[in-house]
């Protein structure tokens, strides 16, 4: 319990609130500063270990994209779309303005 006192002090977690612009109350500081510490002490646990020969990863699963393949196939016919549609003018979807005139 010492030595995660040694590692941030109170005085650490106000001068980091102040530069974030947190306000905290005292005891706040008291609850961040021992968090800290924990948080601290699992980040030097982690650095202490054996990690030659481990190659670094962003994910700890491999990531693989499955495509497709890219086939021209028969799109959708114009005029079942339009019918379907609530408003349609000249061939295209009819919409309500968004600048301009209201609805």
């Given at each position: 319990m010492s030595d995660r006192r040694e590692r941030i002090t109170r005085a650490e977690v106000e001068h980091v609130a102040r530069?974030?612009?947190?306000?905290?109350?005292?005891?706040e500081v008291d609850a961040l500063t021992a968090e800290l510490a924990t948080i601290l002490d699992h980040a030097a646990s982690v650095s202490a270990l054996d990690t030659d020969g481990v190659p670094p990863t962003a994910h700890p699963l491999p990531l693989v994209n499955v495509f497709r393949p890219d086939e021209p196939r028969p799109g959708l016919d114009?005029?079942?779309?339009?019918?379907?549609?609530?408003?349609a003018e000249d061939g295209r979807f009819r919409v309500p303005r968004v600048l301009g005139e209201a609805p």
């Open positions: 530069l974030a612009r947190l306000a905290l109350t005292p005891d114009r005029a079942e779309v339009l019918a379907a549609a609530p408003a």
